[in-house]
T-cell receptor
Framework: GNSVTQMEGPVTLSEEAFLTINCTYTATGYPSLFWYVQYPGEGLQLLLKATKADDKGSNKGFEATYRKETTSFHLEKGSVQVSDSAVYFCALSDTGRRALTFGSGTRLQVQP | DAGVTQSPTHLIKTRGQHVTLRCSPISGHKSVSWYQQVLGQGPQFIFQYYEKEERGRGNFPDRFSARQFPNYSSELNVNALLLGDSALYLC????????????FGPGTRLTVT
């Protein structure tokens, strides 16, 4: 079956540091890949997505590239802010688009 | 435009009781999905409905059921509650044209005592 593995957190960074959160996946077919963010006490917000190999999703300074050869979709940001502190979830959708499979989440803490 | 709305926000129930959670999708979205998020974990897929028909079901017991109404709103029902059902229940909606993008509501926090 489908699965998503994320690096364990928490990840603690100083403001303006470079961020990488690793995500690898196992899936049949050609899934779409997503990053969602969850701020404290809130639901999930779609951050970015990529639908095919070598696609790069980007939003709010965050980027991730769909790497089929390494089955990875790592999230990066060049300069984090305190407001980026949240839990980040990597996810994939099955070929039929009927369900999202999520990783366990990575908590990011950015200190001023 | 309003996003996905869910009610109630919080709920406390006793073991063995029944609960109904409600969700209204984004206007124009005809697909609704339900997820369970246990504290410290990623959401787990429960159901997906499209045009009032069940399109997918996750690995949850028959105590969990759902339905979708003609206005595309949805209910999730859980019978014979167990302590392990305590979680944040998330509803997500999607459009037919961008079906792989799911937009989530704020969730209902269910506590079973």
């Amino acid at each position: 079956g489908n699965s998503v593995t994320q690096m364990e957190g928490p990840v603690t960074l100083s403001e303006e540091a470079f961020l990488t959160i690793n995500c690898t996946y196992t899936a049949t077919g050609y899934p779409s890949l997503f990053w969602y963010v969850q701020y404290p006490g809130e639901g999930l917000q779609l951050l970015l997505k990529a639908t095919k190999a070598d696609d790069k999703g980007s939003n709010k300074g965050f980027e991730a590239t769909y790497r089929k050869e390494t089955t990875s979709f790592h999230l990066e940001k060049g300069s984090v802010q305190v407001s980026d502190s949240a839990v980040y979830f990597c996810a994939l959708s099955d070929t039929g688009r009927r369900a999202l499979t999520f990783g366990s989440g990575t908590r990011l803490q950015v200190q001023p | 435009d309003a996003g996905v709305t869910q009610s109630p926000t919080h709920l406390i129930k006793t073991r063995g009781q029944h609960v109904t959670l409600r969700c209204s999708p984004i206007s124009g979205h005809k697909s609704v999905s339900w997820y369970q998020q246990v504290l410290g974990q990623g959401p787990q897929f429960i159901f997906q409905y499209y045009e009032k028909e069940e399109r997918g079901r996750g690995n949850f017991p028959d105590r969990f059921s759902a339905r979708q109404f003609p206005n595309y709103s949805s209910e999730l029902n859980v019978n014979a509650l167990l302590l392990g059902d305590s979680a944040l229940y998330l509803c997500a909606s999607s459009s037919r044209s961008r079906g792989d993008e799911q937009y989530f509501g704020p969730g209902t926090r269910l506590t079973v005592t």
